[in-house]
T-cell receptor, first 114, second 112 residues
Framework: AQSVAQPEDQVNVAEGNPLTVKCTYS??????LFWYVQYPNRGLQFLLK??????LVKGSYGFEAEFNKSQTSFHLKKPSALVSDSALYFC????????????FGKGNQVVVIP | NAGVTQTPKFQVLKTGQSMTLQCAQD?????MYWYRQDPGMGLRLIYY???????DKGEVPNGYNVSRLNKREFSLRLESAAPSQTSVYFC???????????FGQGTRLTVV
């Protein structure tokens, strides 16, 4: 079954600095990869996805992510963090072969320091 | 456009009581999911339904049952609630594996 690892519990970054949130995955075959964000007391909101094609994908609010097949990684990045980016970020994976089982990581709390 | 609607938003149960969490989506999605969210544990899949008429166990199915009533609705039942089931429960839906999932606002369940 597919799984996701998000190795850091919390990421602290100064406002204006680059932000990176790490994700590695395990799946049989080719993956579909997603990033979601959760603000306090809210459901999850979709940020971006990798399906196929260009390894660098761009999403909402200036976020992007790079798919690396050899390292089985899909790290989320933002060139210049904002205080409003402080939230919980989840990486998720499902497989091409179509059982649609969507597995999430444990999440990373991002704290952007003014 | 309501998206994914979960009821109730909050619930307190006594140990041993039963209840059903309701979820409905109005996007004509094929797949639906139930997750629980616990601090430090992320989102763990309880059950999912890849399409109408099918259900499958996720990572943590024990103590739960589900029903895919029709394409719109996917309910989660706790037959005999335990304190370990205190959590925030999220329902989600998606159309296909390569499309994003949409989430409900969650149900905060406390079992005392």
């Amino acid at each position: 079954a597919q799984s996701v690892a998000q190795p850091e519990d919390q990421v602290n970054v100064a406002e204006g600095n680059p932000l990176t949130v790490k994700c590695t995955y395990s799946v049989s075959g080719n993956p579909y990869l997603f990033w979601y964000v959760q603000y306090p007391n809210r459901g999850l909101q979709f940020l971006l996805k990798y399906i196929t094609g260009d390894n660098l994908v761009k999403g909402s609010y200036g976020f992007e992510a790079e798919f690396n097949k050899s390292q089985t990684s899909f790290h989320l990045k933002k060139p210049s963090a904002l205080v409003s980016d402080s939230a919980l970020y989840f990486c998720a994976v499902t497989a091409w072969y179509g059982n649609n089982r969507l597995a999430f990581g444990k999440g990373n709390q991002v704290v952007v320091i003014p | 456009n309501a998206g994914v609607t979960q009821t109730p938003k909050f619930q307190v149960l006594k140990t041993g009581q039963s209840m059903t969490l309701q979820c409905a989506q109005d996007m004509n999605h094929n797949s639906m999911y139930w997750y629980r969210q616990d601090p430090g544990m992320g989102l763990r899949l309880i059950y999912y339904s890849a399409s109408e008429g099918t259900t499958d166990k996720g990572e943590v199915p024990n103590g739960y049952n589900v029903s895919r009533l029709n394409k719109r609705e996917f309910s989660l039942r706790l037959e005999s609630a335990a304190p370990s089931q205190t959590s925030v429960y999220f329902c989600a839906s998606s159309n296909r594996g390569d499309t994003e999932a949409f989430f409900g606002q969650g149900t905060r369940l406390t079992v005392v």
